[in-house]
């Protein structure tokens, strides 16, 4: 049987939708609300059954370091945390990404700043989109919105992150991570063998053939100019990945007088609050990014001519609302809602807010 339902955490649906990509390793600390991914993982014991390695490291720097060590061997491997988590792992996103190292990243959002609380939240917008870490370097970033799609954007960062070779990351939050719903698990794939992974990643470091110099994964370069040309090299890949990727859901724009622009929890918020404009005589769409890098902006800015306002949701105090407003240009109006300290909004609380900003 190739496909199979099961009623899961979204935490839980990421760890077994790793272990059936072919995954050969996780690298990870526990901190809530992700803390299941790793418990997940070690109930499963995929080192019986697939090879898999799963290892609990002393700390989330240590983490993010055996990730960097694991991938430079082509190998497909992951680590979560949740942001306090993430922000100790930042200087290892750097260099992942400078050394053009494909991993996948989960970052399971809590409320901050600082310790702050374990309840969901969506302020770590910042960190993932505009880099977080030192350096000007991006990261593809996939925002799920069910648990569905947490098990399904597993596949789809790993494979994006061999296509590009650069760091993906699954930027969900505490109710995603933690809520139950159905799941279709995709069927077992088996681990690649060394002869396949030489094939898809030359520069890995396996061990050099006779008639090859060694490879050297690097990000240290003391000459400005070279490097210099390998930032440009940098660059011109993330242009290429913008102008190849591109992924979001639209909901009843088309006749719509205003849209609301929310991802995540946020977004299935959103949904049932245009629900309620609607039953109002209140014309309102919905755009949910999926990539918020790169950001779906040309699909956002289309409809920017024919709409009265733009309502950005956020579980924060205003991020992703940067990037609607660059988006449009100016051509609309663009305001933000959003609780904070681990507090979600009610579709009642979005409609309210709507009303009040724009006067409908």
């Known amino acids: 049987m190739s496909e199979e339902i099961f009623l899961m955490k979204g935490n839980e649906a990421i760890a077994h939708a790793a272990i059936r990509y072919g995954t050969d390793g996780y690298f990870g600390y526990p901190i809530t609300p992700q803390s299941e991914i790793l418990e997940t993982l070690m109930d499963e014991a995929p080192w019986e059954t697939t090879g898999m390695v799963v290892l609990q490291a002393e700390s989330e720097t240590s983490s993010i370091n055996m990730v960097y060590g694991g991938a430079a061997c082509g190998k497909a491997v992951f680590t979560s945390s949740s942001s306090t988590g993430i922000s100790l792992m930042m200087e290892g996103f750097s260099f992942l990404a400078g050394g053009e190292l494909p991993c996948l990243l989960i970052n399971v959002m809590r409320g901050g700043p600082g310790l702050g609380t374990i309840q969901p939240s969506q302020s770590d917008y910042f960190q993932a989109v ?20 947490m098990a ?8 994006l992150a061999f296509k590009y070779n650069t760091p993906a990351m699954i930027l969900a939050d505490g109710a995603i991570g933690q809520m139950m719903e159905k799941v279709k698990l995709p069927p077992f794939k088996a681990r690649r ?37 390998h930032n440009l090299k940098l660059q011109a890949k993330y242009k290429k990945i913008e102008k190849e990727l ?32 609607r039953a109002e005589g209140i014309k309102v769409g919905l755009i949910r990014p999926i990539t918020l890098w790169p950001y779906p902006s040309k699909a956002i800015d289309k409809y ?57």
Not at 152 to 159: I, Q
Not at 262 to 274: D, L, N, S
Not at 335 to 357: C, F, Q, S, W
């Open 130 to 149: 505009k880099g977080g870490g030192h350096g000007d370097y991006k990261l593809i970033t996939l925002a799920p919105a069910t648990v569905q799609e």
């Open 152 to 159: 399904d954007f597993v596949a789809l960062g790993f494979d």
């Open 193 to 229: 063998t060394e002869a396949e992974i030489r094939e898809q990643c030359p520069w890995a470091t396996l061990g050099k053939p006779a008639d090859r110099k060694p490879n050297v994964i690097t990000t240290l370069e003391l000459d400005a100019h070279k490097m210099e040309v």
């Open 246 to 277: 591109n992924m979001h859901q639209e909901i009843n724009c088309e006749d719509a007088d205003y849209i609301l622009v929310a991802f995540g929890t946020a977004a299935r918020i959103c949904q049932k609050a245009m629900e309620l404009a």
């Open 304 to 360: 920017a001519s024919q709409i009265k306002g733009i309502l950005t949701v956020e579980m924060n105090a205003g991020q992703m609302v940067e990037d609607v407003r660059l988006a449009v240009n100016g051509k609309v109006k663009v305001e933000h809602y959003g609780r904070m300290g681990g507090i979600v909004p009610t579709p009642h609380e979005v409609l309210d807010a709507l009303k009040n900003k724009f006067d409908c």
